[in-house]
């Protein structure tokens, strides 16, 4: 079980080794080197920490860097709280350094303590559209020499899509065995001599576990690690001339953006990630990943239209879809089709379409149902079944405390406010009494982790 993650600025004062009243001390001294005052306290420094806290000001932002030692033209460039030590954007891509990208995310994870907090929106816009505008063909480069064994390299290719391939349930045991065979590629894209073949191989593994890796960091609510590890993924599969799987992790990090509530950034993301596929499988799941955007946004025309170019798409495939892609189905469309329609009000509708889905879905992706789960409870509380809902979201609860991923719990966990003018209706109290169980246990986690 997971320990809560932490806000921005105690992870911060955790690389400097301050306290809060270490910090409230740095930002009042801050002050008087530019003739000014500052009130700050122990308890402001609690009050920013807090999970959906209001931003400090500018001022005391820029008070805050002065301590940290921190750029300001980031503090405006960047905004809150993705300037802080901690948050750190990736490496720049088309930089020669895919490498140093790769075992930064490795050095992420070592010093990591887990945040709600992804890559900030303009560096990972930017991230995007240096993806989109750069060649392909200028990355796919590798070093000469005596090459590595053919068979080695077979075997730990076919080891990795194995794992990756697991069901969803037993996959969370397998994050060890990833990491090592991440720092085995690493260690060869370091220091091995092989041929031009073999580097390209390398660098499309090295990003499939990167991406794999990535996803793990994700459900457990480590978003910067996460985000680390799809740039180095981003990065080997262009050093690789691997379009498709760029467009893929790209993906990845507009699903990201939509979890994190930021429409915007995940819009640019998958234009610049369309602009470069052509297979329909993988252009209908982006397709659809910009409706919900959309959805988000309340904008219901450009939501309509995304859905039709996702619907279509699907279609007209006829080949093998991109490895990245090669579980989306109708399943995915109709649901997430649903989805939007829950933003958009339209819960009728909504609840026929995730029904649908629910129907279609391979019965061994039981993250994805869970997540299903919770869309379908929520669509049945609006519409005033609330037993029914509440039924549905403890079954959603089993799966996600089954599959170890604490960000479906927390999705989950979102409902409860809904249900509790209904603690009277069968079967509410008993999923509200499960979820304080679940996270009285955290808490006691996230003690621990602190002592």
Known sequence: MDAFPQHPLAIARSLYDLSQADLADGIKKAARRRNRRAGTTKQQVSVWERPGAHAPTLWYQLLIADV???????????????????????????????????????????????????????????LAQQWAALDPALGASAADGQALAPELVTWLEHSAQHLTSLATADRQHTTQLLDSYYDTVVGWLENGRYDGATGSRLHVLASSLAQT?????????????????????LHAAHQAGDTDRGAGVLADFAYQSIWLDQAAPAIDVLDHALNRTQDPTARSLLHLRKARAHAMNGDARDCRRALEAAEHALDTAVAAPPAWCNWYNLADLAVDSGRCLIDLGET??????????????????????????????????????????????????????????????RQITSLSAGFQ????????????????????????MSDSVIT
């Open 68 to 126: 940290f030692g921190i750029d300001s033209d980031l503090v405006t460039a960047l905004g809150w709280p993705y300037w802080l030590p901690g948050s750190e954007a990736p490496v720049p891509l088309g930089t020669g350094a895919t490498v140093t990208a790769l075992r930064e995310a490795q050095r992420r994870t070592m010093i990591s303590r887990r945040t709600l907090l992804g890559i900030a929106p303009a560096a990972l816009t930017t």
């Open 213 to 233: 890796i990535g996803w793990h960091r994700f459900d457990h609510e480590d978003h910067t690690a996460a985000g680390h590890y799809w740039s180095a993924a």
């Open 348 to 409: 009728g509708p909504a609840l026929r379409q995730i029904s649908q889905g629910m129907a279609l879905l391979p019965a061994a992706r039981n993250k994805t149902r869970a997540v299903f789960l919770a869309y379908e409870a929520e669509t049945l509380l609006r519409q005033g079944e609330v037993d029914h809902s509440a039924a549905t979201a403890q079954e959603a609860l089993i799966l996600a405390q089954q599959i170890g991923a604490s960000r479906c719990v």
């Open 421 to 444: 003018p209904h603690r009277k209706v069968q079967g509410v109290q008993q999923f509200l009494s499960a979820l304080r169980s679940e996270w009285t246990v955290r808490d006691r």
